[in-house]
C-alpha cells in the first residue's frame, strides 16, 4: 500500500524503533535563547507503551513533535527505525510521518469540510493510495472504531468521543509502527475518554508502539514505563 | 502516477471549491467578466475593420477617385454677390487623364444629382448617376436584370435609365420596373435594366459633397438611378440653385461631380495618383477637388485597426488582470483561513509540494472555469452587438484560444504566491492556528 521510491521509509527490524541522544531544542526569542529541550537520550523499543509526563511548559509537546518529525532538533541526533531523520529532506521526512507514524491530538483535528470517510482517507492520499484502495480500507477502519453507521457524517455532527475516534482511525491509515497521542482524552468526559484509552490499548496490544503525552495518572498508570519531563531534561524514566 | 495524483487533486479542488459555492461564483466572475471583454472587444474590433475594409475594397484598391469641392475661398466671395460659381472637374479633365497618363485603363466621369423619381404615385429621393456605359468597370454593381447604359444611349443621348434594386423595391414595390417610365424632374426615363446597390456606405462619402445635399432636399436617398452622361447633361444643365440662409441664393456651374479612374496594377495606384495631382494643379486654380485614394484609405482603415485592437486588447487586459488579483486575494484569504487544515495536512504526510499542487490547482479550477463560463459570456455579447446594435461581429478560434489561455496563465500566476506561502508554513503553528 505504501509506495515509497526513494526507501526511507524502510525501517531496520533489529533496531530500537526510536533513538534520541544529546538532543536539543532551542528557540530565539528576542535575541535570547529559550531552552525547550535539553540533551534529551531516549530509546523506545518496538511495541512499548510510553507516557510522557511533565508540567505544561516542560516541554513534552515539543518533544512529541520531535518524534513524530514534524519539528526538527537545534542539535543532536534522532534517529526512527535506524534513519538518521536529521539528514532527510522535507519531503522524505513527510513522506515517513505519513507513512510510519499516526497523529492522535488533543483536539481531534478533523477537516470540518470532509466526511468521516474522507478525513480517514487524507493520509493515504498523500502516500499514492488508488481511490478505491484507500475507501475501501477507511470503511473497515470506521467499522473497527465503532462508526460503521456514520460514515457519511462532517466531524461537527459527531461527539467529541466520536470526532476521536475518527481521529484514531485516521492515524491507522497507514498502519504505522508508532502512534502519538498528544492528550488524546483532555478535551472528552470521563466516560468516553476511558473509550478512547480503550482502544488505544487495544492497539497497543496488537503490537503498535504507543506513545501519550498525558497529564492523566491513570492512563500513566496503564503505560508501560513513564517518562518524565521537567524543564527540557528527562527526569526519570 | 503523476496523471492519477493530478486527477485525484483536482477532485480535491472541486470539492472544496464547491463547499464555498458563493465564494468560488464571486471570484470567478472576475476572470469571467474580464475573458468575456476580450473576446466581446476582439469580436467588434474584428467585425468594424472587416466592415470598414470590404467597403474600402468594393470602391475598388485600383481605383482613384477624384471628386468636385466646393472651393474653400469662394464661399466668402459668395456671401457678397450673385455671380455665377463655377468650379469643379469638367469633361476637359477627364479627357487630359486619358490622354496623358498611361497607366490609366478606365475614365469614368460622372454626374451626381440629388433628384426626387415617380413613379405612378409614389415619389422617393434618389441620387441620379449621370455616367458612361463602362461605369460597371469601377463600380462593384452587378446586373441583375435587362441591360446597363449602352453607347447608342449616349449617342442619342436616350431617356433611358437603369436603376439599383434599392429604388426598385421603394418605387416599383410589387411591379415589374423594366420598361415602366418614371419620371425624374420634368422628363421620363425607361427602365432598362436593373443593377445590385452600390452600397458603399460611409467610407464614400466625403464631406461637402452631394450626399448632404441630397439630405437637405429630403432626406437620405433611398438608391441609385443611373442615366447616360450626355443625356443628363441634355436635360438638367450644369447649372443648379443653391439656397442658403444668409445669402439667398446662387448660382453654380459644376461640369462632372466625379472622375473615377482604375489603373492595371495596385502598385501603379500611388504613382498615377501624383501625376493625376500635378495634373489637376496645373488647371484648377482654385482648390476645387479631392483626390480619393481607396487604397491608402484601406492602409489607414488597417493601420487604425491596429491602434483600436491594441487599446481594446489593454481594456480588457487590465480586467483580467484585476480579475486575477481578486482571485489572488481570496486565494490568500482562503489560505490563512485553512491554515489549521494545511498544518494537519502536513502532519498527516503531505509534502510541501502536495500543498503547492493543492491549492494552485483550486486557483487554476477557478480560472479555467471563469474561462469557460466568460467564452459563453463572450461570444454572447457579439451576437447581441450584431443583433440590436446592427454592427458586424466576428468571433474567431484564436480570440477564443487566446482568452482561454490567459484566463489558465492568470491561474498559474495569481495562484502561485497564496500556493507556496500554504506550502512554507511551520506545520506546528499551523496546527495551533485556530
Known amino acids: 500500500m505504501i509506495r515509497d521510491n526513494s526507501g526511507v521509509v524502510e525501517f531496520k527490524a533489529d533496531a530500537p524503533i526510536l533513538v534520541m541522544e544529546r538532543l536539543c531544542k532551542s528557540y530565539e526569542l528576542s535575541s535570547m535563547e529559550l531552552k525547550v529541550l535539553r540533551d534529551i537520550a531516549l530509546t523506545i523499543n518496538e511495541g512499548e507503551y510510553v507516557a510522557i509526563m511533565g508540567p505544561s511548559g516542560s516541554g513534552k509537546s515539543t518533544l512529541l513533535n520531535m518524534i513524530g518529525c514534524l519539528d526538527r532538533p537545534t542539535s543532536g541526533d534522532y534517529w526512527l527505525g535506524g534513519q538518521n531523520v536529521s539528514l532527510l529532506d522535507d519531503n522524505q521526512v513527510s513522506l515517513i510521518r505519513g507513512a510510519r507514524i499516526g ?69 491507522l491509515a497507514n498502519d504505522p509502527l508508532i502512534i502519538l497521542a498528544d492528550e488524546p482524552t483532555g478535551n472528552l468526559d470521563s466516560e468516553s475518554g476511558a473509550e478512547i484509552l480503550k482502544i488505544l490499548v487495544g492497539l497497543h496490544k496488537k503490537g503498535k508502539t504507543l506513545i501519550v503525552v498525558t497529564h492523566d495518572e491513570h492512563i500513566a498508570e496503564d503505560a508501560g514505563r513513564i517518562v518524565e519531563i521537567f524543564d527540557g531534561r528527562i527526569r526519570c524514566q | 502516477m503523476f496523471l492519477f495524483r493530478l486527477k485525484r487533486t483536482a477532485k480535491l479542488g472541486i470539492k472544496s471549491l464547491w463547499m464555498h459555492k458563493l465564494r468560488s461564483t464571486l471570484t470567478t466572475l472576475g476572470i469571467i467578466f474580464g475573458v468575456s471583454s476580450v473576446i466581446a472587444m476582439l469580436a467588434i474590433g474584428e467585425g468594424a475593420s472587416q466592415a470598414a475594409q470590404e467597403q474600402i475594397a468594393r470602391l475598388g484598391s485600383r481605383n482613384i477617385i477624384i471628386k468636385t469641392i466646393p472651393p474653400p475661398e469662394d464661399k466668402e466671395v459668395s456671401g457678397q454677390n450673385q455671380s455665377m460659381r463655377e468650379y469643379g472637374l469638367t469633361y476637359l479633365d477627364a479627357e487630359r487623364f486619358r490622354n496623358s497618363i498611361r497607366n490609366i485603363e478606365v475614365v469614368v466621369p460622372s454626374r451626381r444629382l440629388p433628384q426626387q423619381a415617380w413613379y405612378r404615385n409614389r415619389k422617393v429621393a434618389v441620387e441620379v448617376i449621370g455616367t458612361v456605359p463602362w461605369y460597371p468597370e469601377i463600380s462593384p454593381i452587378q446586373l441583375r ?42 422628363d421620363y426615363y425607361r427602365v432598362a435594366g436593373v443593377v445590385s446597390p452600390e452600397d458603399l456606405g460611409a467610407a464614400a462619402q466625403t464631406p461637402g459633397n452631394d450626399t448632404e445635399k441630397a439630405k437637405a432636399q429630403g432626406g437620405a436617398n433611398v438608391g441609385c438611378i443611373y442615366i447616360p452622361l450626355t443625356t443628363v447633361r441634355n436635360r438638367f444643365g450644369e447649372i443648379s440653385m443653391q439656397y442658403s440662409g444668409v445669402s439667398g441664393r446662387t448660382m453654380e456651374r459644376v461640369e462632372l461631380q ?20 500635378t495634373l489637376l494643379d496645373r488647371f484648377h486654380k482654385k482648390n476645387d477637388y479631392q483626390v480619393i485614394v481607396p487604397l491608402e484609405l ?9 491602434i483600436f485592437s491594441i487599446v481594446l486588447g489593454s481594456i480588457a487586459a487590465i480586467s483580467l488582470l484585476v480579475g486575477g488579483i481578486g482571485i489572488m486575494n481570496i486565494m490568500l484569504a482562503t489560505v490563512s483561513e485553512r491554515t489549521r487544515e494545511i498544518g494537519i495536512r502536513r502532519a498527516l504526510g503531505a509534502r510541501r509540494r502536495d500543498i503547492v499542487l493543492q491549492f494552485l490547482s483550486e486557483t487554476l479550477l477557478l480560472t479555467l472555469l471563469g474561462g469557460i463560463l466568460g467564452i459563453g459570456l463572450g461570444s454572447l455579447v457579439p451576437i447581441m452587438v450584431t443583433h440590436f446594435g446592427r454592427m458586424p461581429t466576428i468571433i474567431t478560434g484564436t480570440s477564443l484560444l487566446l482568452a482561454f489561455g490567459i484566463s489558465g496563465a492568470v491561474g498559474v500566476i495569481f495562484g502561485l504566491y497564496p500556493a507556496y506561502r500554504a506550502a512554507n508554513m511551520d506545520p506546528i503553528e499551523s496546527l495551533r492556528h485556530e
Open chain 2, 258 to 277: 466625379e472622375i473615377t479612374v482604375k489603373v492595371g496594377a495596385m502598385e501603379e495606384v500611388l504613382p498615377t495618383r501624383d501625376m493625376l495631382e
Open chain 2, 298 to 306: 484601406l492602409k489607414q482603415a488597417r493601420q487604425t485597426q491596429r
Open chain 2, 145 to 186: 436584370a435587362g441591360r446597363f447604359l449602352g453607347s447608342i444611349d449616349m449617342h442619342h443621348r436616350q431617356g433611358v435609365c437603369i436603376v439599383d434594386e434599392n429604388v426598385m423595391k421603394e418605387l416599383f414595390v410589387f411591379d415589374d420596373p423594366m420598361g415602366q417610365d418614371v419620371k425624374i424632374a420634368q
Open chain 1, 103 to 171: 497523529f492522535v491530538f488533543q483536539s481531534f483535528n478533523l477537516i470540518g469540510q470532509l466526511n468521516v470517510i474522507e478525513n480517514i482517507e487524507v493520509p493515504m492520499y498523500y502516500q499514492g493510495c488508488s481511490e478505491r484502495e484507500s475507501a475501501e480500507h477507511a470503511r473497515e477502519l470506521a467499522t473497527m472504531v465503532g462508526l460503521g453507521e456514520r460514515l457519511e457524517h462532517r466531524p461537527s455532527e459527531l461527539s467529541g468521543g466520536q470526532q476521536q475516534r475518527v481521529a484514531i482511525a485516521r492515524a
